[in-house]
Each structure stands twice: as C-alpha cells, then as structure tokens.
Nanobody, 120 residues
C-alpha cells in the first residue's frame, strides 16, 4: 500500500506564507506525478499545482506567481510553497499522487487533507 501524509497547514494572515509538505511511503516503484488540490467550503475540489517526472509543473491561474511546487525525489516528498496568501486561498489542501508499484501498476492516491486558513 501507499500512504500520503501531509503537514504544514495552519492559520496565517493575508500576505503571509506557508509551506505544505506531503510525504509518500509504502511499496513505491516510481512516482509519476504529485499534485496539490484544494477544496473550499461549498466548492468543488480544484487542482492547484502539479509536478510530473522530469520536473514540469503547472499551476491554477489564481496561484501563478505566488505558489510553487518543489519536489524531493529522494524523499518521495512534494511541497507547496505558498506566498502572498489571500483569504480566498482558505481551503482544505489535499496531496495527490500517481504511484507505480511493481506488479500492481499505477494507482492514484490521496492524502487526508490539511486546513489552510488565511485571515484578512
């Protein structure tokens, strides 16, 4: 099995920064992509940022220039560096990964979520 464990959420004032971490563990052969999603109350879950093998990244338009998604392949860990936070960034943030396991192929996994609250 594979587990994704997130950390780093919390309460921050508008304009501040937070860094989320997501560590993958288990019987991992290769991680093909890692991503962060978020879901605000009453809204659909949306993709915030993604990084794929080779290092290519993509970001949701509202976070471009403010968020980055660095990845430490040796630690099977992805981060979400969030700067210039706005109240509208308030949401539960979820880590997501496409993980390849020998004999089991590729499966998609979710973390448990971590709350980010930005006060105005």
């Amino acid at each position: 099995q594979v587990q994704l464990v997130e950390s780093g959420g919390g309460l921050v004032q508008a304009g501040g920064s937070l860094r989320l971490s997501c560590a993958a563990s288990g019987t991992i052969f290769r991680i093909n992509s890692m991503a962060w999603y978020r879901q605000a109350p009453g809204k659909e879950r949306e993709l915030v940022a993604v990084i794929i093998n080779g290092g290519s990244t993509d970001y949701e338009d509202s976070v471009k220039g403010r968020f980055t998604i660095p990845r430490d392949n040796a630690k099977n860990t992805v981060y979400l560096q969030m700067n210039s936070l706005k109240p509208e960034d308030t949401a539960v943030y979820y880590c997501n990964a496409d993980v390849e396991r020998k004999m089991y192929g590729v499966n998609n996994y979710w973390g448990q979520g971590t709350q980010v609250t930005v006060s105005s």
